[in-house]
Nanobody
Framework: VQLQASGGGLVQFGGSLRLSCAAS????????IGWFRQAPGKERERVSC????????YYAVSVKGRFTISKDVATNTVHLQMNSLRPEDTAVYYC?????????????WGRGTLVTVSS
């Protein structure tokens, strides 16, 4: 089971980015997938999760209405579309499996991707 996050970069306040989490060694119908982030000097924060069946999506209050999680079964990839980005969204973003359902507990962490939002 492996996950690889990509798509980070430098963006201005109010801009958009689309992160991708490529899964290998399993198919997305087996695990819920979560996005987490960690800013310098802060604890890791859970951002979003999509269930195995895509029947449930979770968003942290801080990103609700601005971020959208989705999955592409054909490419076995989970995406996180981030709009209206703010400097406080600056962090390293990671994807992880959350088990059979969106539990909030991440496992099989992929290497993160850095998102920097300038003011």
């Amino acid at each position: 089971v492996q996950l690889q996050a990509s798509g980070g970069g430098l963006v201005q306040f109010g801009g958009s980015l689309r992160l991708s989490c490529a899964a290998s060694g399993f198919t997305l119908d087996l695990y819920a997938i979560g996005w987490f982030r960690q800013a310098p000097g802060k604890e890791r924060e859970r951002v979003s999760c999509i269930s195995r069946t895509d029947g449930f999506r979770y968003y942290a209050v801080s990103v609700k209405g601005r971020f959208t999680i989705s999955k592409d079964v054909a490419t076995n990839t989970v995406h996180l579309q981030m709009n209206s980005l703010r400097p406080e969204d600056t962090a390293v973003y990671y994807c992880a499996t959350e088990g059979y359902y969106c539990s909030g507990y991440g496992r099989n962490w992929g290497r993160g991707t850095l998102v920097t939002v300038s003011s």
